[in-house]
């Protein structure tokens, strides 16, 4: 079946530290990929979305590229903050649509002044 | 736009009590699902609907129940409440289409002493 494997957490940055958090996925056809984020004492929220291959989502400065050849869609961020602090979870949709989302068991960061 | 709402926020139950944790989405979304977060971990699949008066087992559906009578209505029942069912569970919806953000209501913290 499908799957989303994330980098084991917790990640613990300096501020202003470049950030990775390693996402591979295994799925049949083309799923779309999805990446969520959890600040402390809140439910999910969408931080960026790729739907094809190649595609790049970002937002907030943070940037992932489904890369189809990999099977990944590692997250970046050039430069982070002490509020990017949270766990972030990585996620496929099948392409029939009517199946649950896949998660990873997410990523927990701490960003340190 | 209220999104997905869940009420209450929070609630302590003893063993052997029940109670219905509510959730409403205004965006006319066909899809609903409700998950458990236990400390420091992932998300787990209780129970989800693709519409009115469909509903289907997720990872972890002991313990609990769901209806689903309207499109913007999906409660969840515990009955016979039990320790191992102390969490946070998250109420989610989508649209349908595998390019679609699901959206996450706020949680609801639930203890069972």
């Known amino acids: 079946g499908n799957s989303v494997t994330q980098m084991e957490g917790p990640v613990t940055l300096s501020e202003e530290a470049f950030l990775t958090i390693n996402c591979t996925y295994t799925a049949t056809g083309y799923p779309s990929l999805f990446w969520y984020v959890q600040y402390p004492g809140e439910g999910l929220q969408l931080l960026l979305k790729a739907t094809k291959a190649d595609d790049k989502g970002s937002n907030k400065g943070f940037e992932a590229t489904y890369r189809k050849e990999t099977t990944s869609f590692h997250l970046e961020k050039g430069s982070v903050q002490v509020s990017d602090s949270a766990v972030y979870f990585c996620a496929l949709s099948e392409v029939q649509g009517n199946t649950p989302l896949v998660f990873g068991k997410g990523t927990r960061l701490s960003v340190i002044a | 736009n209220a999104g997905v709402t869940q009420t209450p926020k929070f609630r302590i139950l003893k063993i052997g009590q029940s109670m219905t944790l509510q959730c409403t989405q205004d965006?006319?979304?066909?899809?609903m699902y409700w998950y458990r977060q236990d400390p420091g971990m992932g998300l787990k699949l209780i129970y989800y609907?693709?519409?009115?008066?469909?509903?289907d087992k997720g990872e972890v559906p002991n313990g609990y129940n769901v209806s689903r009578s309207t499109t913007e209505d999906f409660p969840l029942r515990l009955e016979l409440a039990a320790p191992s069912q102390t969490s946070v569970y998250f109420c989610a919806s989508r649209r349908g289409e595998d390019t679609d953000t699901q959206y996450f209501g706020p949680g609801t913290r639930l203890t069972v002493l």
């Open positions: 609907s693709v519409g009115a008066g469909i509903t």
């Open positions: 965006m006319n979304h066909n899809y």
